[in-house]
């Protein structure tokens, strides 16, 4: 299969480059394109093709890989001048895994089938280190037939991969994810912050909390970030942010209320605005320390 499906990887951002990665060493036939040139540069050192363009590199791939960080860039890299749509063939399979809003996923779609091809959402959740070891969970709506072409693909950039449902769907799952790694991000940092203002051991208090119910991936890889005050890049807060008012939009449409997520929101606007957009989203912990008195 690995040998028979041509691939092509559009968007060599931080994910991007580490997911195209793990494509080409699966064995996949890879053309890879991005807006900055230079991005490409350790792809096509490792083998793949250059395109200059996304409908040159949509053309004669079989399964068409976005990865870009938001609404318009999907919007222009599939459906402008020189994009997807004007390159795939009938049949081609666009495997969006940008994380937008689920209504222009639609509408993408759409327009899209059209011209006979197909889409699936695949929105990603894991970190630069999940897409690095190739262990990221994807998210997938779309079509079962579609799916299981597709698969193979998916396998080679994540370990968790499921089909929730229609296309859209995929997106929805990931706006819910978002919000509860919200919830996670700014709980753990309201913890350390409390454990610093009592003097406690923290690394014995940590190692104890991972013991139990309170245990999860941001408790276990981001608490020392959120302690030590320094936040190496992981996962942007204005990505996180972008994220996060994705889902509000989707909730104010379903009448749903998701009050710790629109003060996550706010938090990460502050963040913004101080310059630390480019921070890993443990920084959150600098406006719980500082609320508590600990800068």
């Known amino acids: 299969m690995a040998a028979k499906v041509k691939v092509s990887f559009i968007g060599m ?13 699966a064995g996949f036939p890879i053309t890879v394109h991005n ?4 991005r490409e540069k350790p792809l096509a050192e490792a083998g ?3 395109a200059s363009s996304p409908q040159e590199a949509a053309s004669g791939a079989d399964v068409i890989v976005t990865c870009l ?4 860039d999907v919007e222009e890299v599939i459906l402008g001048e020189r994009g997807v749509m004007h390159g795939a063939a009938e049949g081609a399979i666009v495997v969006d895994m940008s994380t937008i809003s689920p209504s ?6 759409k327009a899209l089938s059209q011209k006979g091809i197909r889409m699936m959402d695949a929105p990603v959740s894991g970190g630069s280190e999940g897409a690095q070891k190739g262990t990221l969970s ?14 193979p693909v998916l396998k080679a950039m994540g370990k968790t991969i499921s089909l929730i449902g229609p296309l859209g769907s995929g997106q929805i799952t990931k706006a819910i994810n978002q919000v509860i790694i919200a919830g996670t991000y700014l709980g753990v940092a309201e913890g350390v912050a409390l454990g610093l203002r009592a003097g406690l051991d923290l690394e014995k208090a940590l190692q104890a909390l991972g013991g139990g119910a309170a245990a ?11 302690i030590e005050n320094a936040y190496p890049l992981g996962f942007r807060v204005r990505l996180h942010r972008k994220d996060l008012r994705i889902a509000l939009e989707v909730a104010r449409e379903l009448g749903a209320v998701l009050p710790v997520s629109a003060y996550t929101e706010q938090l990460e606007t502050s963040l913004l605005n101080r310059g630390h957009g480019d921070e890993d989203l443990s920084a959150l912990a600098r406006i719980v320390r500082e609320q508590s008195g600990l800068e």
């Open 138 to 151: 994807i998210m997938v709506g779309g079509d079962e037939a579609d799916f299981q072409t597709g698969l």
């Open 216 to 226: 999860s991936w941001v408790l276990a890889n981001r608490a020392k970030n959120m």
């Open 69 to 72: 960080s938001d609404t318009p």
């Open 13 to 25: 951002g931080t994910m991007g480059v580490s997911m195209a990665q793990n494509i080409l060493k």
């Open 35 to 38: 807006r900055t040139r230079s």
């Open 48 to 50: 793949a093709l250059r």
């Open 104 to 109: 222009a996923t639609r509408r993408i779609g």
